[in-house]
């Protein structure tokens, strides 16, 4: 057995903390947001969340940590955690409710064939490049509005807009490749 399928199975191991203590951040940036209007120190506590998110990614890789449940989890904590923060900038930026709500449907339909797919073909599939970018630009677009608090109007405009524009790719690509899943294993029994 190597080291990697050592892992596969596991759900205690140093990313899957990571991605735990993730979880746990969540109610500090709201808390921060929301209730200490504190915009840097939430700023600092989202970036060690997706500074966590990157190191516990590079963790699994390099020591073979990859399991299962980390596969499933690591995303949960990331999506949440941008839920959460995408909610906290309504306040400030009411059209920050658009990408809210795409964030919400395009985690609940990939999610939906996500699973429909893991049942099909008893595989589960880790994150790719677009969906890899949608984080990226999504913790750039949020981090950016946290940082320059009097960002002009169109620029904040761009930029949503442009995170939209990545997150209906994603959304695009994920619902396909699930699909072709499902349906190589349909059509190969």
Same mark, same amino acid.
Request: net charge positive; hydrophobic share 50%.
């Given at each position: 057995?190597?080291?990697?399928?050592?892992?596969?199975?596991k759900?205690?191991?140093?990313?899957?903390?990571?991605? &735990? &203590?993730?979880?746990?951040?969540?109610?500090?940036i %709201?808390w921060l947001?929301?209730?200490?209007?504190?915009? &840097?120190?939430?700023?600092?506590?989202?970036?060690?969340?997706?500074?966590?998110?990157?190191?516990?990614?590079?963790?699994?890789?390099?020591?073979n940590?990859?399991?299962? /449940?980390?596969?499933a989890?690591?995303?949960?904590?990331?999506?949440?955690?941008?839920?959460?923060?995408? /909610?906290?900038l309504? @306040?400030?930026?009411?059209?920050? %409710?658009?990408?809210l709500?795409?964030?919400?449907?395009?985690?609940?339909?990939?999610?939906?064939? @996500?699973l429909i797919?893991i049942k099909?073909?008893?595989?589960?599939?880790?994150?790719?490049?677009?969906?890899?970018?949608?984080?990226v @630009?999504?913790?750039?677009?949020?981090?950016?509005?946290l /940082?320059?608090?009097?960002i002009?109007?169109?620029?904040?405009?761009i930029?949503?807009?442009?995170c939209?524009?990545?997150?209906?790719? @994603? &959304?695009?690509?994920?619902t396909?490749?699930?699909?072709?899943?499902?349906?190589?294993?349909?059509f190969?029994?």
């Amino acid at each position: 057995m190597t080291n990697a399928n050592t892992y596969q199975k596991k759900i205690l191991t140093i990313p899957n903390i990571l991605s &735990f &203590f993730r979880l746990c951040l969540i109610p500090v940036i %709201i808390w921060l947001y929301t209730g200490k209007r504190d915009y &840097f120190w939430t700023l600092l506590v989202l970036l060690l969340s997706a500074v966590t998110d990157i190191v516990d990614g590079i963790i699994a890789r390099k020591c073979n940590m990859i399991s299962d /449940f980390g596969k499933a989890f690591d995303p949960i904590a990331d999506k949440l955690t941008q839920i959460a923060m995408l /909610f906290c900038l309504v @306040s400030r930026f009411h059209y920050m %409710i658009y990408p809210l709500m795409l964030l919400i449907i395009k985690e609940l339909c990939t999610g939906i064939t @996500s699973l429909i797919s893991i049942k099909r073909t008893s595989t589960v599939k880790g994150a790719v490049w677009h969906g890899k970018l949608t984080t990226v @630009s999504l913790y750039a677009m949020m981090a950016i509005h946290l /940082f320059w608090y009097n960002i002009p109007h169109t620029i904040s405009l761009i930029m949503v807009g442009a995170c939209i524009g990545i997150m209906l790719m @994603s &959304f695009i690509l994920y619902t396909m490749q699930n699909v072709k899943a499902i349906k190589n294993k349909t059509f190969d029994t």
